[in-house]
Every structure is written in C-alpha cells, then in structure tokens.
C-alpha cells in the first residue's frame, strides 16, 4: 500500500492557543497539547484516504511529547498511522531517510517551506496547504490526480518497451510460420479464456450484483464496463492509452468507440499495425464474445484503427432478444 505523509503541526493540529508558551516546558504540556484544535476537514479527508493509502504522521516535536500526540491524534479522530517527532529539521531529515525504505509514499502534506524539503527527498508529490487554514477538500482530488498522471506515464513506458520487442521478433516469426502463427496465437488466446470462463463469470456476476446491476440488460453492461474503467482504473490495464466514448446502450444492444488507441499509435510508428491488429484487436473475441457474465452476447468489431479506421467500433448484442 501506498503511503502519505502528514505533517502535523500547522497542517492538521492548530497549536496557536498555546503560542504564548513557546520556549517554555509547558508549551508540551498534556493537557495543553490534547486541547489544541483539529484543522477544519483534515479529519475527514485523512479518514477517507486511509482507506487507500498508509498515513505516516511527523511533527516538529521533541520525543517526549510523543504519548500526548498520539493521544491528540486518537480522541480528534484521526486513522492510525505511524507517528516520529524530531524538534529540528535536520532531524527530520534523517528520519525521512530511514522512512525511505520503509514507506512507498505516493504524497506528503504540509504547510511549511521545510515540509516541502522533506517531500523532495520522499521523491513524491508536494502538497502544501495553508498554514492552518488549509483547504482539505482539494486534497483527494490532487492525489488522485497525479497517481493518475503517474498510472499512464508508467503504463505508457511499459508497453512502448513491449511493442517495440514484438515489432523486433514477430516479423522473424512470421517469416518462418506464415499465418499459422496468428492462427495459433488466437487459439492459445481462446484456450485461456474458456479455462478462466467459471472463475470470471463467478467474480462478473458478484461485480455486477455489487452496482446492482443486470447482466440480461445491456443497458447495465453499458453502465458496468464504464464503472469498472473509472473506478477500477488503478488495474486497468489500458487505463489513460485509449479513449472511449459510449455509441448506443440499449436493453438488446450495446455499442463503443475507441476514438484513440496507443497501441495503434505505436504499431503504426513500427510500421506494422497488422501485426499490432492480430495481436490486440482480433483477440478481443475471446473476451467480448459470449463473456462469461452473459454468454448470450454476441460480439462484432466492424471496424478498428489498427486497420486504418478512423476508431474502433466495439458491439454486443443479444440477437436472440431483439
């Protein structure tokens, strides 16, 4: 699991009642360190990413007031999260780098110019917020933005490394095995996804009962493939290298476009979008035909932009039905 760091003081915890104490023993003082204020929605929004990522809590704080803010942390509310305090920067430096290994941080948060030195040596995101007046409700969405951007950069990167080896061997395959080669490839395909047909109907039919939807119902298959491309995008595979957009969705039918694709973008600067075609597209009937959540659906691609279409058209229908 990814994790962010959160900085405590000015960031989550409004510590200004007892500013009159700095310098002094008292300023951590138990009773006065467990009266300091939350930061208006930082509770909530921690809540909501620690169901997603690890919190990792640091302050500028000397050990000994280490009980009083873990309490303070625990009757605000705020979810569990490892906590280190160094009163010093350069402590808190070197706690970064023993963090480093520890943690796979995705973000930091923070109010401070300090905070960001610490988020630069994390190698993550930056966030800083207004010193205790930070506005929470933008934070999500700033993280989720930038793993986002992260997802595509690294899918992106993964499957130029892929294309550019096949676009290398397969045309020594096929100069050697002819069009067999594709007539094996998409049987192998085929074999894989009759072996997983239980296993993925049992787990299709528990997603679509979870969005209340019905597989009879192309209309909810509509719903369903748009669902789990948004909110399960973080294992999609083609997440952010190809665009879609909805054609027809009725109770009988159900119909997309892939207006760009990256991996037509690739073979095409290869050369070779056939080889890309027999790979990519002409497979697609092992999963899109008769799928394992309604084998009634019947699959047709008529056009794609391996084949130099100006989109792919992806279609499934229940001819039975209509």
């Known amino acids: 699991m990814k994790a962010i760091l959160v900085f405590i003081d000015g960031t989550i915890c409004d510590t200004r009642k007892r500013h009159h104490l700095i310098g002094t023993p008292d300023f951590y003082e138990g009773e006065r360190v467990l009266e300091d204020q939350a930061i208006q929605g930082s509770v909530t929004c921690l809540n909501e990413l620690s169901q997603r990522y690890e919190i990792v809590y640091i302050a500028a704080r000397p050990e000994s007031a280490y009980l009083h803010t873990e309490g ?27 963090m480093n290994g520890k943690y796979d941080f995705i973000a930091g948060i923070g109010d401070r110019w300090d905070d960001n030195e610490l988020h630069y040596e994390l190698g993550c995101l930056s966030i800083i917020l207004k010193e205790y007046e930070g506005k929470w409700e933008t934070v999500t969405d700033r993280i989720d933005r930038y793993q986002r951007r992260r997802k595509i950069e690294a899918s992106r990167t993964r499957l130029e490394g892929k294309i550019e080896g096949l676009a290398r061997v397969c045309p020594l395959l096929l100069s050697k095995y002819g069009e067999q080669l594709w007539e094996a490839y998409l049987g192998s395909v ?35 493939d748009g669902i789990l491309r948004e909110e399960d995008w973080e ?64 699959f047709e691609q008529p056009k794609t932009l391996m084949q130099g279409d100006d989109f792919c058209l992806f279609i499934q229908s229940l001819p039975s039905k209509e």
Do not use: M
């Open 235 to 298: 294992n999609n595979p083609v997440y952010g290298l190809q665009e879609f957009e909805l054609v027809e969705a009725s109770q009988y039918r159900y119909a997309h476009k892939v207006t760009y694709c990256y991996y037509a973008e690739l073979w095409r600067k290869h050369g070779r979008p056939d080889i890309g075609y027999q790979i990519h597209c002409h497979t697609d009937i092992a999963w899109w035909n008769h799928p394992a959540w309604n084998p009634e659906v019947v």
């Open 72 to 98: 303070w942390l625990k009757n605000k509310g705020y979810p569990k999260g490892d906590l280190y305090l160094s009163d010093h920067h350069e402590g808190r430096l070197a706690l970064i780098k023993e």
């Open 190 to 224: 085929l074999e894989l996804a009759e072996s997983s047909r239980v296993t993925r109907r049992a787990e299709d039919l528990a997603s679509f009962a979870k969005y209340n939807l019905d597989p009879s119902d192309l209309r909810d298959a509509a719903k369903w």
